[in-house]
């Protein structure tokens, strides 16, 4: 036993693994035991498909599979025959699970009629009455999809696309109504005229029918006596020709009527874009198109009131969007969609997206990810770079004015509504979501499930339109178990005696990246007949500080493919990496106000001058003797209450490096950089210590890691040092 556990902590320490004592697990196919219930994915009824719900930009604008059935057999599944029609309808749905899952593409009508179809050979008369019934009463309809890698684009867009639909229709309405308004003036003007006063444009309004029923030359004569002569003025008729031709010449909506055609004279701009730089691009070359026709509208609605004024207007308006635009001017244009991936957000489009971010142009940006256990060029083991988006998201919500939604894709469709206020949020928003697409051997949805789960990707929003401050903004609830480090959940199992047993176990990150193969070296099988009492729970190990050699390791449980449980322990380089995770879910559990650092500060100042007072009452009130009124008279005034005077903030140059540390989240990343130039100060918030204990590098680095984007780098103090041009790109944003 001795030489097992000295084998045991050999391989926590060093990730050697002595072959007398434990396994490799590469081939063995071990899933965390968590996930054993999850073998078969089609067999169970869990929110995909999902149906893109067409016509809809509410929250009914995706619903998921299992709903649209339950809801048609609460209408339909009454009475004698409710079971039979269950049974017959929840069949059917597993049956078009079963071909979303193996690829089948198609609206929900062409699904379900294909999967009936399947499903009729050989079924009675009843099976058919049960789907027809279930049938009628699913009024929805559009697009299957499943939990793959092309899902948060997928929904993203279309839901993206509803918005902008009504965005259309709002905006059209308007312009139409200009259009015609405009025209009806130009009509009138021209009815006015000598050429529309006379007999032949008389005749002609008539039309051919009564052509010959009255005397157009004395009608003519007839109005040119009784009616005023006065034309519009050659300026006001071109100003408001110039309108019109700027309308008709739009390409941010199509034309009126229905979209545009293949061929036709002006083709509406594309929104969607797949690089944040295209979209810049785009974005900056139709921008004098969209100010000319931003004052073309402003201008419209003065004319059609008659209201506009050559002396007063011309000037103002010869000056139009000459600062930009306010977010109210860009409110009814249409939003730039980017849906890029993290995998290709290297270097200058990271700078893109930051540009995007920080500047609050009206610009909504998917950022996937896909593989989030890719693992850090620094160090084995480190999945540093897998936390990149995590760290934009972190930064976008810093910048305050950008709506973030992070979520894995398994969650998005409880997120819909949220997705939809981001989209309809004025400014940038950013949509980080993890698909769990590129994880070997596991489905897409287990995946981004259990990358939420285990809090290496939980979910939140941001919306800086909720309020102005975080209680209202941050949403963290999505998460299970909140107030917890790690979420635990009821696991049973048959023990060696074939006993039935229960515990609770709590779904770590190291269980997520257990269930990766690419993982496998960080992890090591112990033989049942090894296993004893230094093996310890991860959850448990993470709460010991560790002083000199462990003589307890953590494991982890799994299971093998024909689900018998197997206890595998796990090097420190994953136990550090779980370490880290939970030091980031603390400060988001903060920022979300669970376990805030200083409401429990404020909390216990409270009450320890609460317990204080009642401790003076109390004494007082044991030996207070009848005080006279002479005592009264001279007793000595109350101390004045010591009043916090605010430190005024100091001025700050955009040159000099600096903390708002008042802000600090307590995350360690600056600390982990550096812990020479970042140091914590009494309140456990970080400030710099020494600026000259670290590069300009690391300064950089930290402000991107920062959870509340509080560092500014400031200006390189070292001019040689390597990479300052990249460098100075990168700090641009924390400025
Ligand atoms: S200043 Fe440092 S410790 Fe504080 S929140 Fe930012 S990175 Fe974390």
């Given at each position: 036993m001795e030489a097992d556990t000295q084998a045991h902590v050999a391989f926590f320490l060093t990730g050697r693994r002595p072959g007398e004592h434990l396994d490799a697990i590469e081939g063995l196919n071990l899933r965390p035991a968590l996930f054993a219930g999850y073998r078969e994915l089609t067999q169970l009824r869990y929110d995909f498909p999902l149906l893109l719900v067409a016509g809809r930009a509410d929250a009914q604008i995706v619903q998921s599979l299992s709903g649209l059935i339950d809801g048609a057999l609460a209408a339909v599944a009454t009475g004698g025959d409710a079971e039979r029609m269950r049974k017959h309808v929840l069949r059917l749905e597993q049956e078009i699970r079963t071909l979303v899952a193996g690829g089948a593409s198609g609206s929900f009508s062409e699904l379900w009629a294909k999967a009936a179809g399947r499903l009729a050979k050989g079924a009675d008369k009843s099976f058919e009455d049960s789907l027809r019934r279930a049938r009628a009463a699913i009024k929805a309809d559009g697009e299957l999809a499943d939990c793959d890698a092309a899902l948060p684009a997928r929904l993203l867009r279309h839901a993206w696309s509803a918005v902008q639909k009504q965005k259309a229709e709002a905006f059209r309405k308007d312009l139409d109504r200009q259009m015609l308004k405009l025209s009806d003036i130009l009509k009138s003007d021209h009815e006015r005229s000598e050429a529309g006063r006379s007999a032949k444009h008389l005749k002609a309004a008539v039309g051919t029918g009564f052509g010959d029923a009255f005397d157009f030359d004395a009608m003519s004569n007839m109005l040119n006596k009784a009616l005023p002569k006065d034309a519009l003025p050659e300026s006001r008729r071109r100003r408001i020709r110039d309108l019109l031709a700027v309308f008709g010449a739009q390409q941010f909506f199509p034309a009126a009527g229905a979209p545009a055609k293949k061929g036709a004279a002006v083709k509406p701009y594309s929104f969607a874009f797949d690089s944040c730089s295209a979209a810049l691009a785009a974005f900056r070359e139709r921008m004098p198109k969209l100010v000319e026709l931003a004052r073309a509208i402003a201008i419209a609605e003065l004319e059609i009131d008659g209201e506009y004024s050559e002396a007063k207007h011309d000037a103002l308006f010869e000056q139009f969007g000459a600062n930009g635009l306010d977010p109210q001017d860009f409110a009814p244009f249409p939003d730039y969609l980017v849906c890029v991936n993290a995998a290709k957000l290297l270097g200058e489009e990271q700078a893109q997206l930051m540009e995007i971010l920080s500047s609050g142009l009206p610009i909504k940006v998917l950022l996937q990810l896909d593989d989030l256990l890719e693992e850090s060029s620094v160090g084995e083991g480190s999945l540093t770079s897998g936390m990149r988006s995590r760290q934009i998201a972190n930064m976008a919500m810093g910048l305050n004015e950008v709506y973030v939604l992070q979520s894995a894709s398994s969650n998005l469709y409880h997120f819909r509504e949220r997705m939809l206020h981001g989209l309809a949020y004025r400014g940038p928003a950013l949509f980080s979501v993890y698909s769990g697409a590129k994880a070997s051997g596991m489905p897409p949805y287990l995946m981004s499930a259990a990358a939420m789960e285990s809090r290496a990707f939980p979910a939140f929003s941001y919306d800086p339109s909720a309020g102005a401050n975080w209680a209202s903004r941050?949403?963290?609830?999505?998460?299970?178990?909140?107030?917890?480090d790690w979420p635990i959940q009821g696991f049973a199992y048959e023990d060696e005696e074939h006993q039935r047993v229960s515990e609770d176990l709590a779904f770590t990150l190291v269980d997520f990246v257990a269930a990766d193969r690419r993982y496998a070296r960080h992890l090591a099988r112990v033989p049942r007949e090894k296993w004893n009492g230094s093996m310890i729970p991860v959850d448990e190990a993470l709460t010991r500080e560790r002083k000199g050699l462990p003589d307890k390791v953590p494991s982890v449980l799994m299971v093998d493919a024909d689900n018998v449980l197997q206890k595998v322990i796990v090097d420190e380089r994953l136990i550090r990496e779980a370490r880290r995770c939970r030091e980031m879910w603390h400060s988001l559990q903060e920022l979300g106000g669970v376990h805030n650092s200083h409401a429990e500060k404020l909390l216990a100042r409270e009450r320890k001058s609460w317990e204080e007072r009642m401790q003076q009452q109390a004494e007082t009130a044991a030996t207070a003797a009848p005080a006279t009124a002479q005592e009264a008279a001279v007793a000595p005034a109350a101390p004045a209450e010591a009043t916090a005077v605010a430190e005024p903030e100091p001025e700050r140059s955009p040159d000099e490096a600096y903390i708002d540390t008042p802000r600090c989240a307590t995350c360690n990343e600056c600390t982990n950089i550096n812990d020479k130039m970042f140091v914590y100060n009494d309140d456990k918030q970080a400030y710099i210590a020494d600026i000259n204990a670290g590069t300009y590098a690391q300064l950089v680095e930290a402000a991107e890691n920062c959870q509340v984007a509080i560092i500014h780098p400031g200006k390189p103090r070292n001019p040689n040092e390597p990479g300052l041009e990249e460098l100075l790109k990168r700090a641009e944003p924390f400025l």
């Open positions: 941050f949403y963290l609830e999505a998460n299970s178990q909140v107030e917890l």
